[in-house]
């Protein structure tokens, strides 16, 4: 399977079932439409942030349709201009590449310095679906699997609306 073999361990002792998808390489939300048509599941995109001064990163996540209100996200944190994290920081923080942005990479975080933000209608959803740190496959799992993994990763998060 693709991805990090540490990923299917923890999911395996969270015992959090998925549903593996593997696929060629979809690095943006529009290729990875293509390989989401029989995935039944909230497919999202991943936005790796990092603050003015570099010194605080966040995840912010909502489902692949939705635009971010980024300036409303930005008056929020009261941490000045958002910017998107160089591939540097994603390697260092998240252990990943530029297109291969999940959640599922908060296990490479050891010292939870990511910060998560969620769209709040993500509660909604039934299964969920991330790549598993590596943009050439799909994992598809129960909503509440995904936050007991988020629980486990010890990441700070919290559910916000992040769009009109």
């Known amino acids: 399977m693709n991805g990090q073999p540490e990923l299917y361990k923890i999911l395996k002792e969270l015992n959090i079932p998925y549903k593996y998808n593997e696929h060629p390489p979809a690095p943006t939300i529009e290729e990875a439409k293509k390989y989401w048509k029989d995935?039944?599941?909230?497919?999202?995109?991943?936005?790796?942030?990092?603050?003015?001064?570099?010194?605080?990163?966040?995840?912010?996540?909502?489902?692949h349709t939705q635009d971010l209100r980024i300036h409303d996200l930005e008056k929020r944190l009261k941490q000045g201009k958002l910017t998107f994290a160089s591939p540097k920081r994603m390697m260092k923080y998240l252990g990943i590449t530029p297109g291969s942005v999940?959640?599922?990479?908060?296990?490479?975080?050891?010292?939870?310095?990511?910060?998560?933000?969620?769209?709040?209608?993500?509660?909604?959803?039934?299964?969920?679906?991330?790549?598993?740190?590596?943009?050439?496959?799909?994992?598809?799992?129960?909503?509440?699997?995904?936050?007991?993994?988020?629980?486990?990763?010890?990441?700070?998060?919290?559910?916000?609306?992040?769009?009109?």
């Open 102 to 164: 999940s959640p599922l990479a908060l296990i490479n975080d050891k010292e939870n310095h990511v910060h998560v933000f969620l769209d709040e209608n993500l509660k909604k959803s039934e299964k969920i679906s991330f790549h598993p740190c590596i943009n050439t496959a799909s994992l598809v799992i129960d909503f509440k699997d995904f936050e007991k993994f988020l629980n486990y990763c010890k990441n700070t998060y919290e559910y916000s609306k992040l769009y009109d």
């Open 39 to 63: 995935l039944k599941a909230t497919h999202c995109k991943n936005i790796f942030f990092r603050n003015h001064k570099g010194n605080r990163h966040y995840l912010v996540i909502l489902e």
